[in-house]
């Protein structure tokens, strides 16, 4: 009888202690994000999912409603200008978070112009910052560096989860495998091979580079050197491009599908 009783009082406890742990949990991570288009929102709703955290949609007091070449314009004369988008108060109390999962666009080669205005308006200090973006072609790299120049006082995570527009349909498992690397949340994904040794480009993978990367908006430059690497959805390929005197690395993938479609997932410049 005793010991039932200690077992019964056990089970209490870590069941009690458990229901704190997530609940507690789940009040610390906020995932806060500007998306002009749906792509990076696509994103942070999967994250949301993955992690039960909160989340809040950045909003602008005069929103960027405009074409692709409107807002184009339109940024274009206020990074000249040095002018920043006017954003409507924040609903959440950062205070409350210690972790918060901040997506963006990549516009013009960072984080859009919303995230230059949050960063304006609040230091982050203490907080850790886990980045996630969307883009065309690239730039996940570089708007975690800028990232860090504009907060010293937060903990901006190094790597950061990014993925193309035109992959958007992909962010689950791409962002399923982030989150397990990174410890964000447990679980375990498929081990990947390093790639093979970069050597020159074959007429066939010249092909694949060009089925890949030939319809996009902007020409990517010439493959000089490839490697690749298997894994059970195919074959990714890591390419050292040229383009006007300028290296680039371009990540392709080529599914296992019957005449699957080589897409670009990213380009590093
Ligand atoms: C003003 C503007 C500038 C952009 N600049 C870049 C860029 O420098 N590099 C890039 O890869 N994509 C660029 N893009 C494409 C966006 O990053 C991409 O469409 C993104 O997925 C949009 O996210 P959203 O749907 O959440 O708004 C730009 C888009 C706009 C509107």
Redesign the pocket.
Known sequence: MKRYFFMVVMAAFAWAFTACGSKEQGAKQLVL???????????AQELQKALGADMEAIELVNP?SGT?AE??E???KERQNGELPALKPLKADLSKYEVIYL????????Y??PIASLVNEHDFEGKKIVTF???????LEPAIEDLKKALPKAEIAELGFG???AR?AATAKELNRFLVENNYVEGTVEAIPGYSEMRPVTEGEQQIFDAACGDYQFPLGTPVLVGKRGTSDGVDYIYEVESNGAKSTIYVTVGNGEGAKPEFTR?VR
């Open positions: 994000y500007y998306s002009q288009t749906g792509a990076t929102q696509t994103v960027y692709y807002t184009i339109r940024v274009g997506g963006y666009p990549i516009w013009y080669g960072t859009a112009m973006c969307t883009f065309g072609s690239g730039g993925i193309r527009n958007v380009v």
